[in-house]
């Protein structure tokens, strides 16, 4: 059973950082890309950050380029996103998804796998 689980989520002062954790499970995950979306109240869910099955390429959504940097350790199973200068437009709930054959995409269509989501609340 595939499962990947989003941690680190919390309430930060605008310019903070967090570091959001996408633990995945059940399927071999050095395969996979990995993307992390959000989705704030009242809004449609939108991409944020993704990286190839080996860690050599990322894609950024301009909203937060320079910003945020993902990163992954295969051996631990993991992608990580880091986030600084964080701004209240950044709240929302986070979620890490995995897309088949290892390449990068903005498109959350193509991604099979989802995790529950963790909230990442940013006060002014």
């Known amino acids: 059973q595939v499962q990947l689980v989003e941690s680190g989520g919390g309430l930060v002062q605008a310019g903070g950082s967090l570091s959001l954790s996408c633990a995945a499970s059940?399927?071999?995950?050095?395969?996979?890309?990995i993307g992390w979306f959000r989705q704030a109240p009242g809004k449609a869910r939108e991409f944020v950050a993704t990286?190839?099955?080996?860690?050599?390429?990322?894609n950024y959504a301009d909203s937060v380029k320079g910003r945020f940097t993902i990163s992954r350790d295969n051996a631990k199973s993991t992608v990580n996103l880091q986030m600084n200068s964080l701004k209240p437009e950044d709240t929302a709930v986070y979620y890490c998804?995995?897309?088949?054959?290892?390449?990068?995409?903005?498109?959350?269509?193509?991604?099979?796998?989802w995790g529950q989501g963790t909230q990442v609340t940013v006060s002014s």
């Open positions: 998804a995995d897309k088949r054959y290892g390449l990068t995409s903005i498109n959350q269509f193509e991604y099979e796998y």
């Open positions: 059940g399927r071999a995950f050095s395969s996979y890309a």
């Open positions: 990286i190839n099955w080996s860690g050599t390429s990322t």
